[in-house]
């Protein structure tokens, strides 16, 4: 078995996730090379002035990956998540590691290992379980699959935080997608709550009955962090909770809860894409300290459209 350290780890998607852990194995001086999507068009200019500074080989295709990594980790948005499995399986060499990073439904994660264990790689699922930015390559991972107890030690080795869920594939991501009913949903329904509190000039009642109910929970410090992660990620999240929909689904139940989070965090984003809340990349977006601000952009677009 190859040392983990010696590993050529392929970065399917080399987006805020895909960057954060090419840094942190950069730093191990493990060689890492990436694709993604974007690299040939207008956004792909800042990942390549990323990959250059960190020593990031990148690769032109999924094949091109695939063929010369001894581990990849796909982390993309969670509707690419089958589809990347079948790009990859494609080229994938007989025995190399997939860690399925991406916040996908327990089937999708089943379909994808199907695609990958079938041309001869190990598929591993992994749920992330919680935001990956304070944490970084240690955020909780749990890991499921036949092929889990296995690859446990050795992405802790390289300093994942990776703990076995299950050696069944599915339990993991059932897991992850659970805990996303309720996160994502709080999300949702607190850019809901306040924003229609300021409209009627009460949002300082509402907290103060919520700091009641909740003591515990530091509402204003909280709701401005919810406001920024889902103006800047609202789109991912929304994938994921469609993800989280489909889940509720697979257990038979109607997703009326998972199916408006995804609404919201979707319309959030749609905001953001028209520049409400400044220009992505730059400290004027979503960076306030005081979620009212993004409430007041939301409700003066609003006023806006209803005045036409």
Not at 58 to 68: M, P, R, V
Not at 84 to 94: F, I, M, R, T
Not at 98 to 107: E, H, I, Q
Not at 174 to 201: D, H, N, P, Q, W
């Amino acid at each position: 078995m190859l040392d983990p350290r010696r590993w050529q780890i392929g970065l399917v998607g080399y987006g805020e996730v895909g960057r954060i852990l090419a840094e942190d194995l950069r730093q191990q001086d493990i060689r890492v090379a990436a694709h993604d999507i974007k690299l040939g068009g207008e956004q792909g200019a800042p990942l390549k002035e990323h990959a250059a500074k960190f020593g990031v080989a990148l690769a032109g295709s999924h094949a091109e990956l695939t063929a010369k990594s001894d581990f990849i980790v796909s982390a993309v948005t969670a509707s690419q998540a089958v589809p990347v499995a079948k790009a990859c399986a494609a080229s994938v060499n007989q025995g190399t590691w997939f860690l399925d990073f991406n916040s996908a439904s327990p089937g999708a994660k089943q379909r994808a290992a199907a695609l990958i264990d079938a041309a001869g790689g190990r598929y591993v699922e992994g749920a992330v379980m919680t935001s990956v930015p304070p944490y970084r390559i240690k955020v909780p991972l749990l890991l499921g699959g036949p092929g889990a107890k296995e690859l446990e030690p050795l992405l802790n080795a390289i300093g994942f935080a990776a703990k076995v869920a299950s050696d069944n594939l599915g339990v993991s991501s059932a897991v992850k997608m659970c805990r996303s009913i309720m996160i994502k949903g709080l999300e949702a329904m607190v850019i809901e709550s306040f924003t229609t509190a300021r409209a009627y000039g009460v949002e300082d009642s509402v907290l103060a009955s919520l700091t009641e109910t909740f003591p515990g929970i530091n509402w204003e410090k909280q709701g401005a962090y919810f406001f920024q992660r889902v103006i800047e990620h609202g789109r991912r999240r929304a994938e994921e909770v469609r993800e989280v929909a489909e889940t509720v689904r697979e257990a038979g139940l109607t997703p009326w809860s998972a199916q408006g989070t995804a609404e919201r965090q979707a319309w959030v984003a749609d905001l953001a894409d028209e520049g409400l809340f400044g220009t992505k990349g730059t400290k004027e977006f979503a960076r306030s300290a005081d979620w009212r601000t993004e409430a007041d952009r939301i409700l003066a677009r609003i006023n806006r459209k209803t005045s036409r």
